[in-house]
């Protein structure tokens, strides 16, 4: 099955500075790869997606790039806030199967 | 979206007692549903694939008798953790797939065994 990898697990920034979450996949079949944020007790809620034939994708302050061929995708969130502080999740999904990283755990110092 | 539901939000039991969770799509006909167990400070983790009118595919090293999933409608997956013990404490997530590109979460069930 899918093994997917993410890093890093812990990660502090300042406010207004940028963070970089990068994972890696092992299924060339997968085609999905949402990113969620989790925050504690509650869903996963989805925050940006891309697809297998996109390159890059950005929605105001993220952004998510994708190289299928080193088989890697990283979320990047850019002027971060401190109500961005949460876990985040990449995924990655070949039909409607989804396997998860292992989570980042991201603290916006004010 | 698809809005899933589950329900309890929260329940405590008694080691060795048996415990079910529902899992309800509300506006979509999932064919198929998604059982994620997630430990704190850890990922998802797929359980299982619920299937309606047929047995559930688990996922390696998951026990599917201690984990009984039901798929009997196109709305309602229920799994039942049977005799169940600390170890099994755990925030327990459903989720429908109603396209490859989709995939919308229950509210999550938290479950703690005594």
């Known amino acids: 099955g899918e093994n997917v990898e993410q890093h890093p697990s812990t990660l502090s920034v300042q406010e207004g500075d940028s963070a970089v979450i990068k994972c890696t996949y092992s299924d060339s079949a997968s085609n999905y790869f949402p990113w969620y944020k989790q925050e504690l007790g509650k869903r996963p809620q989805l925050i940006i997606d891309?697809?297998?034939?996109?390159g890059e994708k950005k929605d105001q302050r993220i952004a998510v790039t994708l190289n299928k061929t080193a088989k890697h995708f990283s979320l990047h969130i850019t002027e971060t806030q401190p109500e961005d502080s949460a876990v985040y999740f990449c995924?990655?999904?070949?039909?409607?199967?989804?396997?998860f990283g292992t989570g980042t755990s991201l603290t916006v110092i004010p | 979206g698809a809005v899933v539901s589950q329900h309890p939000s929260w329940v405590i039991c008694k080691s060795g007692t048996s415990v079910k969770i529902e899992c309800r799509s509300l506006d979509f006909q999932a064919t198929t549903m998604f059982w994620y167990r997630q430990f704190p400070k850890q990922s998802l983790m797929l359980m299982a694939t619920?299937?309606?009118?047929?047995?559930?595919?688990?996922e390696q090293g998951v026990e599917k008798d201690k984990f009984l999933i039901n798929h009997a409608s196109l709305t309602l997956s229920t799994l039942t953790v049977t005799s169940a013990h600390p170890e099994d404490s755990s925030f327990y997530i459903c989720s429908v797939t109603p396209t490859s590109y989709e995939q919308y979460f229950g509210p999550g069930t938290r479950l703690t065994v005594t």
């Open positions: 619920s299937n309606e009118g047929s047995k559930a595919t688990y």
């Open positions: 891309i697809r297998s034939n996109v």
């Open positions: 995924a990655a999904s070949s039909g409607n199967q989804f396997y």
